[in-house]
Every structure is written in structure tokens, then in C-alpha cells.
């Protein structure tokens, strides 16, 4: 199978290492034929969105987190907004530079912000990106205690989340969906609401021809035993089980936040856990416009 990677971060995340063009030189050096930058979406008026959200949540828990955010307008969750500009610029004069060797695209990984919905499609109808993949990472706002991987995730938690993704391969603005399954990194035991919330996602995205993404990150993170289970955070068996019975088209990520992330044997472990549950990986997949090619 053909090596490639739609999603890649870099450093302006905050939480990444290593600068496009090296992240790109990494790819070619692990024999990656095309690769994607998807990181986290730079948001424009990203302070408002802040506080509208700690407004309606009343609480934060990581003050200087906060504060950090708030300054500098995105560290160390998202790129900030005034990165924006030198990234797009950058990934343009990488794919120049490597065209012989490389084919690279322009993405980012957004959440399901109703806020956002119309920046988003801006982003397509410009070209200013090539597509966009949802990580629907937080609950209407980038807070903390939005966050999806929270610890002590509740089954009403897990059902929001899966209302919400639902909502989001409707608008037909993302091309697939990151780590689908990102919720049990804090659900942690399954229940019948992660069956149903599950069924929800993959009926979606079947119904829409919306690949998953069985996400390497999560196998990084290593395997976890719960009461007696056994598994990776994410890929959660579980989930990859009915998305096997309901026959969803999956893409393999990387998530790669550093640049040996690419090393074949991640490649390999995503392979080994999609052939155990039969999984139907796919190598390419459409680049979706939102409402201009619905
Ligand atoms: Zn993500
Ligand atoms: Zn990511």
C-alpha cells in the first residue's frame, strides 16, 4: 500500500514539533509519496470564541493555559491566527521545491463550531486550503472543559458528541473524520450510549461516503488496561468493530506532531489493527467543498 498522510501538524500548534519543511523532508525520507498539513485551524476572532465559551461554562481550569490562549490568540491547542499567513505561504514553497519528489496538499483539522461554519467554506471557495478534516476535539468552544478527551466523560457527553459530528459530515465540509473514536481516551469503559453514538457516526459517514480515520496518535499513546480491558485510547476496538459491520471506508493517519512520526512501523501497527477487524482502508479520498460540490 502507497504511503501518504493527510494529516500533519506543525510547530505553530504549540504542541507540535518541527517546521513544514522538515516535516516534509521526514515524509520523503520514510518513503511518503503524499502528504497533507492539517493543522489545527487558525480562527479569527478566536478571543470572543474564548470568552463566549468560558462565559457559558464559568469555569477554567488551567489559568495560565488560558491566559497564554488568550494573548497570543491560539497556543498551545491551535495555530494562531497571525501564523496563518507565513504557514500557507510556506507549505506553497515547500510543494514547489518538492514537487519531484512530493505531492503536498493544503488542510487543516477543524471542530464543528456552528460559528465557524461560513470561515470554513471561505477557506474552500478561495482555495486558500485544498480540504478540511474534522477533529471535533471540543463541545462548541476550545475551553478545557470542553474538551472531548476530558477525563470523566459521560454517556450524555458521548451522545453530544456524536449529534455533533453528525451535524458536521452534513455540512460537507470535511473530507473524513479524525480519530472518530476520540472519545473513550476519557469515557474509558464502553456502554450501550458509546454503541449508539458509534452506530450514529458510522451510518453517517457511510450513508455520505465519508471515510474514518483510524489514527495513529492513539496507538502511540500505547495500550491501557480498564477494568480487565485491554486497549489503545484510540483505535478503540469497539468501535472499529460495528464500523467494520457497517462497511465505513477508513484512511489511515498519522497525526503526526513530530517528524519521525512517518516511521514505517506506525504505518504497520495502523495496518495490523485495521486487518484485524477488517477494516476497508482506502488510500485516497475526495476533497470535499462544503455547499459548492454538494
Ligand atoms: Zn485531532
Ligand atoms: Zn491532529
New binding site residues.
Partial sequence: MKRNNFHTHVFRCGHAVGDEERMVQAAIENGLVELGFSCHIPMPRYRRHLLKGTIEERSINNIPSFIRKLILGGPNMRMPYSQRHIHLKEVQRVKEKYKDEIQIFQGF?AEYFEDYQDYYQELLDSNTVEYLIL?H?FDRSSINERYYGRAILEDKDVLKYASQVVQALETNLYSYV??PDLFMIGKRTWSPACQEATTQICKKAKELSIPLELNSGGIRRGLREIEGVVNYPYPYDEFWKIASEIGNDVVLGI?AHFPNNFKEENYQNLELFAKRFSLHVIENFTFRKGKSNK
Wanted: proline share 0%.
Fill in positions: 483539522e477533529g476535539h479524525c480519530h497525526d
